[in-house]
Nanobody, 124 residues
Framework: QVYLKESGGRSVNSGESLRLSCTGS????????MGWFRQAPGKEREFVAT????????RYADSVKGRFTISRDNAKSTVYLQMNSLEPEDTAVYYC?????????????????WGQGTQVTVSA
């Protein structure tokens, strides 16, 4: 089992950048595929980005491709989400999640462990 805690969410203006962090504890962090998801008010939780245990294989939602970058530092048991050129449509609670699956997945239901989320608000 892995316990996850996100940080770094805050209010920013459109066009600004923000980096989210998610630190894991428990079972060795490097064994998990890690993902970021988000949920906007009144909407379902959606996939944002994911990467495999080494960080060599990544996937992004079309809406964030070219603006967001996911990375990880297994020595620090931390996964990051660098968000650039933020837009009001990026406003949401951002969650990190972990899965023991070896193959990279973007499916929300295949992630077993979740953090409590961090709020990102982007003003126009």
């Amino acid at each position: 089992q892995v316990y996850l805690k996100e940080s770094g969410g805050r209010s920013v203006n459109s066009g600004e950048s923000l980096r989210l962090s998610c630190t894991g504890s428990g079972t060795p962090f490097s064994t998990y595929q890690m993902g970021w998801f988000r949920q906007a008010p009144g909407k379902e939780r959606e996939f944002v980005a994911t990467l495999n245990w080494s960080g060599a294989d990544t996937r992004y939602a079309d809406s964030v491709k070219g603006r967001f970058t996911i990375s990880r530092d297994n020595a620090k048991s931390t996964v990051y989400l660098q968000m650039n050129s933020l837009e009001p449509e990026d406003t949401a609670v951002y969650y990190c999640a972990a899965t023991g699956l070896a193959l990279v997945t973007t499916r929300l239901d295949e992630f077993s462990y979740w953090g409590q989320g961090t709020q990102v608000t982007v003003s126009a």
